[in-house]
Nanobody, 127 residues
């Protein structure tokens, strides 16, 4: 069993930056692919970014490419999402998730692929 706890959310002006953290406990996440998703009010949960267990590959949703960076520190059992040049449309609850499947590339952008989820952290970007 893996417990995930996100932190680092908050209120920021457009153009600003935030760094989200996802701290894992219960098991090491070094063998898990990690993902970040977000959900805005009235919308479905959507993929933001994913990183392979070894960090050899990263995937990003088109709206965040060039602005967001996903990373991980397996020694600290933590994943991160650095968010720069934030826009009001980035406002959402951000969730991290862990996937233990061996096929990282298959359905990495689908919530159903992931086995464990955090409780989410609110990110609000004002215009």
């Amino acid at each position: 069993q893996v417990q995930l706890v996100e932190s680092g959310g908050g209120l920021v002006q457009a153009g600003g930056s935030l760094r989200l953290s996802c701290a894992a406990s219960g098991r090491t996440i070094s063998s898990y692919n990690m993902g970040w998703f977000r959900q805005a009010p009235g919308k479905e949960r959507e993929f933001v970014a994913a990183i392979m267990w070894s960090a050899a590959n990263r995937m990003y949703a088109d709206p965040v490419k060039g602005r967001f960076t996903i990373s991980r520190d397996n020694a600290k059992n933590t994943a991160y999402l650095q968010m720069n040049s934030l826009k009001p449309e980035d406002t959402a609850v951000y969730y991290c998730a862990a996937d233990f499947s061996v096929d990282y590339y298959r359905d990495y952008d689908r919530p159903s692929k992931y086995d464990y989820w955090g409780q989410g952290t609110q990110v609000t970007v004002s215009s």
